[in-house]
């Protein structure tokens, strides 16, 4: 809009212009006549260079909003009882895929399937897998591991430097932590990262590689 309205100051200045060299040209009438005319286009071409209409048209840009995922959502839980995820947790579940949805199910109900650890963790287990976040505010990303090897391999109990150990923690209070990623698939191989390693499984082999800390350690799977 502002173009335009430098378009039109551009006009009618050179149309005032002309005015005066006509002016100049003629008689003293005519001079009189021209420069009275000069004097109203001038006075018009200021009125359209500082138009307010211009400048708050141009000034105005629309907004646009974007409707943010909801911190708290009810679901159909296994036995038909309801379910209320909520902070990152529902957040995740409402942006999660068709296809996310469907691997993990119906959530699971009581006290030790949901809750928050002593660390801030919170999580939900599902049929399929689980949703974790480091914490429950709700800008904190969460992720979904589903179950398969690579969950089973990250409950495997085990000792600080990642080896199994019937006297480890296993899950987000063993050494592998919260995950930091949801599952991704390359070719066969699929990987979940954690705080402290990952976890790969090869689709094709069934081979199992746990790294923590930079460091291979067995799987811990039969």
């Given at each position: 809009m502002?173009?335009?309205a430098s378009h039109r100051t551009t006009f009618f200045a050179g149309l005032s212009a002309v005015?005066?060299?006509?002016?100049?040209?003629?008689?003293?009438?005519t001079k009189d006549a021209a420069a009275s005319q000069a004097s109203a286009v001038a006075?018009?071409?200021?009125?359209?260079?500082?138009?307010?209409s211009d400048e708050t048209t141009a000034d105005t840009v629309a907004e646009s909003t974007t409707e943010a995922d909801p911190t708290e959502v009810t679901i159909m839980g296994e036995r038909d009882v309801e379910v209320t995820l909520t902070g990152p947790l529902a957040v995740k579940y409402t942006s999660a895929t068709d296809a996310q949805r469907d691997t993990l199910g119906k959530p699971l109900t009581g006290d030790h399937n949901a809750g928050t650890r002593?660390?801030?963790?919170?999580?939900?287990?599902?049929q399929g897998g689980v949703i974790i976040a480091k914490n429950e505010a709700p800008e904190t990303p969460a992720y979904i591991v589903t179950s398969g090897k690579i969950r089973d391999a990250w409950?495997?109990?085990r000792a600080p430097d990642g080896t199994p150990s019937l006297t480890g923690k296993n899950g987000s209070p063993g050494p592998l932590g919260v995950p930091t990623s949801d599952l991704t698939t390359e070719g066969d191989v699929q990987e979940v990262t954690f705080e402290h390693g990952k976890?790969?499984?090869?689709?094709?082999t069934g081979e199992v590689t746990v790294t923590?800390?930079?460091?291979?350690v067995p799987s811990g799977l039969s």
């Open positions: 502002r173009q335009f005015t005066l060299i006509a002016a100049a040209c003629g008689s003293d009438d006075a018009s071409v200021s009125e359209l260079a500082t138009d307010p002593e660390s801030g963790v919170v999580f939900q287990q599902f409950n495997t109990e976890i790969t499984e090869n689709t094709q923590v800390n930079g460091k291979m």
